[in-house]
């Protein structure tokens, strides 16, 4: 594909409203060319009691695309919601220290799951996916669960930890979406905003 056909196929595509002030979902959704404003919806993300994972990364996602839909002035929408899971249990973003090394050391020398819900509409549709990988961490001491805490890094993340930075020496295997750890899995975006709008589809099109 040429340089002046791939810009005209950037320029034929819709641009989104991203409901999420990370800036991480905001760097992997400019690796798939699509042209997007972000806004920041203020939802409540508390899980609701005995509510199973899947339900709640699925509940507190469209719940952040309504909200964005009210700001986004009838532009598309794309929202996500990511927690980590531990034998059944959800574990949030670390309230402290404490928290932070605690979670750290429950995630020591096990595997877990990284569920990543994904929602796009728009004024006449909804529609969902969700990601889940299964990452297995090392061994880690509660020195260098300190440590890690100290350099920042972990505190507003889901399990305490961020597989795009240093956390990524913690994990030994990781099966299932690197880019749905970080929190948007793109295989799965992709997917959706094809089935939203199939002008997207340009991207995967013939040369």
């Known amino acids: 594909m040429s340089e002046s056909s791939g810009q ?19 760097a992997l959704l400019r690796q798939l060319g699509v042209a997007f404003d972000s806004c920041h919806p203020q939802v409540d993300e508390c899980r609701l009691p005995d509510e199973p994972a899947r339900r709640y990364v699925r509940r507190v996602a469209l719940a952040k695309a309504a909200a964005g839909a009210a700001q ?24 402290d220290a404490s928290a932070g090394v605690a979670m750290l ?6 595997a877990h799951h990284v569920l990543t819900a ?4 728009n004024a006449q549709q909804v529609h969902c996916a969700l990601s889940c990988s299964r990452v297995t961490f090392r061994d880690i001491t509660p020195s260098e669960a300190a440590a890690y ?17 240093l ?16 929190g948007l899995p793109l295989y799965e975006t992709m997917r959706l905003l094809e089935r939203l709008d199939e002008r997207f589809k340009l991207l995967a099109g013939p040369e």
């Not at 986004?72 to 309230?95: N, Q, R, S």
């Not at 994904?118 to 509409?121: E, K, P």
């Not at 805490?149 to 930075?165: L, V």
Request: proline residues 6%.
């Open 8 to 26: 005209a196929r950037r320029q034929a595509l819709p641009r989104l409203c991203l409901a999420s002030s990370s800036p991480r979902r905001a």
């Open 167 to 182: 956390g990524a020496i913690f994990v030994r295997e990781l099966r299932g979406s690197y880019s749905g750890v970080m």
């Open 149 to 165: 805490w100290r350099t920042g890094e972990p505190a507003d993340k889901a399990g305490g930890y961020a597989i795009q930075g």
């Open 118 to 121: 994904l929602v796009v509409r």
């Open 72 to 95: 986004a002035g009838g532009v598309p929408v794309l929202a996500a919601d990511t927690t980590v899971v531990l034998d059944g249990a959800v574990l949030g973003k670390p309230a």
């Open 105 to 110: 050391a429950r995630l020591s020398g096990r």
